[in-house]
Structure formats: structure tokens, C-alpha cells
């Protein structure tokens, strides 16, 4: 394709989108030789998924292994000149399913 692409996907930056929802989930393996299914509560605030972590850590030390999960709204708007869909200015696009807190 040549040219401007016709839309353009983007963190959303509208001040009313919905803010980033953070988490980590241990991806380390237990003693038994299963994976860990540890994971951090759902927050909007990353420091406190960051001390879960290390909280975690300190009961398990040779757990040092994490994912980052994140949950965050997504914006996908026509290029100029490009007409949206029936009227709509945007799609926001955001989980459909809230994430496993492991609980």
C-alpha cells in the first residue's frame, strides 16, 4: 500500500478514556516443577503491582520471573479525508473480559 494508511490504531488520548489497568503475574516455576499462577491484583496504580512483586519475591526468592498485563484504551481513527464508518468519530477498544486476578 502506498500512501497514508486509511486509519491509524493509538493509545487513546481522549482526558475520558478509561486509565491503564496493570498487572504482573509470576511466570516463574514452584519446586514441584508447575508453573506459578501468582498474580497481582488488577490497579490503575503501578506501584502497587511493582510491591506485589517483591512481596512475592520475598516469599518465594527464587521466584524473579513476571509478565506484565496490561489493560489499555486503544483508538482508532480515519486518516484525513477519510470518511468514518456511519457516523462514528472513533472506536475505542478496550478488554471485553476483565483479567484473571488468579484469585
Do not use: F, I, K
Request: charge should be negative.
Amino acid at each position: 500500500m502506498q500512501g497514508e494508511p486509511p486509519w491509524t490504531l493509538a493509545r487513546n488520548p481522549d482526558p475520558d478514556a478509561p486509565s491503564p489497568l496493570y498487572q504482573l503475574r509470576c511466570t516463574s516455576t514452584r519446586d514441584d516443577g508447575q508453573p506459578c499462577t501468582a498474580r497481582s491484583a488488577e490497579t490503575w496504580d503501578y506501584d502497587t503491582v511493582q510491591e506485589w512483586a517483591l512481596g512475592h519475591l520475598g516469599y518465594y526468592p527464587d521466584h524473579r520471573n513476571y509478565a506484565h498485563v496490561s489493560a489499555v484504551a486503544w483508538v482508532a481513527t480515519p486518516s484525513v479525508g477519510l470518511d468514518p464508518p456511519q457516523g462514528l468519530a472513533h472506536t475505542v477498544c478496550v478488554p471485553s473480559v476483565p483479567l484473571d486476578t488468579g484469585s
